[in-house]
């Protein structure tokens, strides 16, 4: 059983193969991140079924990154909302379709603009936090007295710490959906007299299954991709304080792309599917 | 209360609002899309569904009723569709129902429209099949368009070469429209004719006469009973009257029917067209009652200067 | 002073069995090895204080102990048991039985004093009532006199109550053996005593035995009862502080300059 496998190294000295010492060793680097991030999420695949199970900490991190994040969430999808219908009204006006304002704008909010803005928002706040929290466990070996503790440190913290974000995002998303829908909704309201109830028709009477599913789906993988990016860089910090700066950095780099990048594969597979 | 409660208070609330959320979304769009009300199945098949889809509305009487479930290709020129429809419907679905294939405005979706059956057919039950009408394909109906201008063009064709000959040949029929100098001629010939007539009423008064003055012996009748060659001569003259007052009749009666044919126009004109006869018995018989109107007055020459007439022209002449 | 020191050297005996057996243990990150053919041996009720220069690798000995880093050769025997071998749960079952106090002290920053101490229970103190905890983690901080200090968050702490409460954290299991890394690092003279103290205390009140890593010869001198110098990742020297401040070595002598 590993117990910290960022730092085990092998038993006996290995020469290495010819065709690894003849990689540049720029590229060999990244193949031994990529081997790195494989293992910790076999790990994490691995752990996340084993008992014991830190409810409670399961818990505690989703009142932190869920509940803790609906503001910023909720200001931004409102925004967004706000501003995407005020600024796709001129273009429908010119094609004198403006009845279909809250058709389209919904069906955007749906299907793209609130699960990325949401996803990107939480990769900035909630990536950030946790690459700096565990970061700053790492360095000041926090996980190590965990360890110690007899508490199995992966679990309690990287394993609660994904579930969190894996459940969390997604209820974001939906929330952010509703908020951005309400601002669109007011934008809407501004510039000609509807009701809410007609709006929210609209908006419904154009959205399909096909629409609103592969959307939510894609956002469990946004969460997860945050949670584990940032429990990652956080989880394998260099030491010192500069090390810590650099996990919340790239945790909020990498999880960003991952979400752009996780967004393109979701688009791809669902036009495999012929919208499942 | 405890720190700790409070934020499970806290979470709880966010998720459970996540959750509704959610689940309200879900209810939204499926509510769109039929999936949580009752509903049966209807089939139809069609050569062509023209891109109809899975999740296509089905349509009666412009409403919304159910959507497509499955389409599926029976054999090379059959598709089976089924739809989910609203069980409602049941009550409303006859079995001589029609399913058409249409479009959701000019670019929009395909759909599946009901018509409404009548109402001495059952109605339908679940799993039944529809008749489908071959759907308004805009496609063909723009072929059908196609051929019907082409149609209209050799028309108009036609027409033109018809009137153009009308013109150039100048034909009885442009003749009888334009010329002025036939209608002249007409009017002036039934003018004769009645001139004609009056004569020969006249003429037959007075023969009238002579006979009756005969009869009552005075005069002449002696001597008209007695010469048989006079007696000849005067039958003679009588029948060569009769015989031109007939004929004069037949034409004046022959030119009644072409007149009345002309006036009521119709099957006539066309006979015009392409018939020449009739105009040559026309001016045949305008010649003809011609000839005998210019017979009449000689004819009553000839009787004046009879003998056995003269006294009593004389005493007609000197009774005016 | 040079009494504690005689008095333990000469009563060599009366500790008890071995506790710790170390032989020929190897570490090495990449090619630096760290530990080479370490060896040292620490029995019942005795403190042994590490010396060695920063960065030398006496953090890694203590950390292979209780199982945080794989060593590559050698034995490593706690309680009789080689560390390298156990499984999860017996190493676990082991760590129950030592007690560890950081060199940053290490209190979990997002909980509150009550949590930090709380936290080694949630595992092996399972079966505890909640008076018992409560009264367990109230004797603990009275031991460092921080009973005050209970509601508070390690970021309203100073460094010298950190390190207390990463003692009294450390304490709460009541373990056999201590291991202290590098525990009055940073800390000024007056406190940097009053851990030392603390720690003999401990020592007397629970009965355990240490392993203590330190450069700070104040504290050596307090709280040792044989000290072992590493140098390049083997047992240089071994002795008691006398001992080894009369040894005739420049390498060690450079530990004991400034006295």
Redesign the interface.
Known sequence: ?E??PA???P??KQSEPIWVSVLPEEFRDFLNEVGEIVRFVMRFFREVFMPPYELKEI??Q??EI??RS?PLVALTAFIIGLVLTLQSRPTLARFGAESWLPAMVGISIIREIGPVIVALVCAGKIGSSIGA?LG??K????I????????NPFKYIVVSRIISTTFMI???V??G??VALIGSFIAVKLTSAISITLF?NQV??S??????IPA?VKTFFFGFAIGLVGCYKGYNSKKGTEGVGESANSSVVIASLLVFIIDLIAVQITQFFGYL | MNIETIKNIRLGFFVLTGTALLILALYFIGSNSNLFSKTFKLYAKFETVNGLKKGNNVRYGGIDVGIIKNIEIVNDTTIRVEMSVEADLKKVIRNNSAATIGTDGLMGNKLINISAGTAEAGLIKDGEELESLASLNTDEMLRTLDKTNRNILVISANLRDITQKITDSRGTLYTVLMDTTIAEGLRHTLGNIDVVSNNILQISDDINDVVSEAKNGKGLLGTLVKDTVMAEDLSKAVKEVRTAGEQINTSAGELKVILEKVNNGGGTLSTLINDTTSANSLKRSLINIDASAKKLPDLMEALKHNFLFKGYFKKQEKKK | METISRTNTEALPKYGESIIEISSLCKSFGDNYVLNQFNLTVRRGENVVVLGKSGCGKSVLIKCVVGLLKYEEGSLQVFGKEINSLKQKELDEMRARIGFVFQSSALYDSMTVRQNLEFALRRHGKGKTKQEVDQLVEEMLDNVSLANAINLMPSELSGGMRKRIGLARSLILKPELMLYDEPTTGLDPITAEEISNMMLAMQHKYNTSSIIISHDMHCARLTANRLAVMIDGINYAEGTFEELSKMNDPKVNAFFKKQ
């Open positions: 059983m117990n910290n730092e085990t190294t038993a006996k818990f505690h989703s009142y869920g509940y609906l929290e700053s466990m360095v000041t070996e926090q190590d007295a965990m360890e110690v503790s007899g508490t997604p209820i974001l939906i929330m959906d509703a929210f419904f009477e959205t399909d299954f096909s629409d609103f939510f």
